[in-house]
């Protein structure tokens, strides 16, 4: 039996790796760890609850964490942890560099101390800034990292922490960049659930002035397997993408919420981008596909009309959350 520790287990990717976990290695002990901020709600975990061990802590708490880490002897630590909403970013970028980058290294400090035997950390794409929407190429394990927002670059700047921490002091690190995250349990200020559910009130969808930037989107499910194939099977002080070559852009990502509800196109209205607005990213995942026989199971048309008819259905978990997200698309970046 192992015994795993998930951070950020609250929040939306977080909550589905616990539950992944769980039923794919029933024999492991889980400890979900998550500070409950906005974005983070124990209802995420409810399904669960009496199969898991839940610690309210913030990452940053060396000493709670430490405790944590000792307690339950965790073997590996699986860290999704972060503050993750691009727009709320640009209004307060200091809370982003505080949780991803501190935090991180605060997290990675207590590891080490107690001397964990993986520490699997959680990136994204957008550390290596943005592509053309002509350009035929994809960002590999190798490409350099250029980072544009403040979240990219908190993210970055986490990522370099966790390869610090490999090459100082020897923790045995491995990290996953992903693509765009989509499923159910997401906080209703990202794309897909704030379409949706705006939708479903009758509500105009905010649509950026560039509908045509483009996004590569993997189902949470499919990520969080690709993790499990990573930590069982992957090299210690390797990076590997996770990524499945589809690409959709804004626009239409609200067709296919306004064509799956059966409501109006002309609930679409747009608003003005926000700074720093990355055009596209797109990941080369042949990595993680040849090294550890990795593959996306879940067709994304198929994926997102699925997950759109989740939130339809569980207006009771969404509804009380639209009002805790800190920014507006509607209204942050009008003049």
Request: with cysteine; glycine share 8%.
């Amino acid at each position: 039996m192992a015994s795993i520790l998930v951070t950020g287990a609250a929040g939306f990717i977080g909550s589905h790796f616990v539950r992944y976990w769980v039923d794919a290695h029933p024999g492991d002990r889980v400890v979900a760890l998550d500070a409950l901020t906005y974005a983070g709600t124990e209802t995420n975990l409810v399904d669960v609850r009496d199969r898991i061990t839940f610690v309210h802590a913030d990452i940053a708490d060396g000493p709670v964490v430490e405790r944590v880490l000792r307690e339950h002897s965790v073997d590996v630590v699986v860290n999704f942890a972060a503050e993750s909403h691009n727009s709320l970013a640009v209004l307060d970028p200091g809370r982003f560099f505080r949780t991803n980058v501190l935090g991180t290294q605060s997290l990675l400090e207590s590891c080490r101390r107690v001397g964990v035997e993986r520490f699997h950390h959680i990136s994204t794409c957008e550390v290596y800034g943005d592509l053309a929407l002509d350009a035929v190429e994809a960002f590999t394990e190798s490409s350099p990292y250029r980072p544009r927002t403040p979240y990219n670059a908190s993210k970055a700047g986490a990522d370099h922490a966790v390869r610090a921490y490999a090459e100082t002091f020897g923790l045995p690190v491995t990290i996953t960049n992903c693509a765009n995250n989509y499923g159910s349990h997401q906080f209703p200020e990202k794309v897909l659930p704030l379409f949706t559910t705006s939708a479903l009130d009758g509500r105009e969808l905010p649509v950026y002035a560039s509908k045509d930037n483009r996004r590569e989107w993997v189902h949470a499910l499919d990520h969080c397997r690709a993790i499990d194939a990573v930590i069982r099977r992957g090299r210690v002080g390797e990076t590997y993408h996770v990524g499945t070559g589809d690409e959709a852009s804004v626009e239409r990502i609200a067709d296919l919420v306004l064509d799956e509800l059966g409501l109006s196109q002309g609930l679409k209205t747009t608003v003005p981008d926000r700074p720093g607005h990355d055009r596209r990213y797109l990941l080369d995942s042949t990595k993680i596909r040849r090294e550890l026989g990795w593959g996306p199971s879940i067709g994304f048309e198929d994926g997102m009309r699925e997950t759109i008819r989740w939130y339809a259905a569980n207006r009771a978990w969404w509804e009380p959350l639209r009002d805790r997200s800190p920014v507006s698309e509607r209204s942050a970046w009008a003049e």
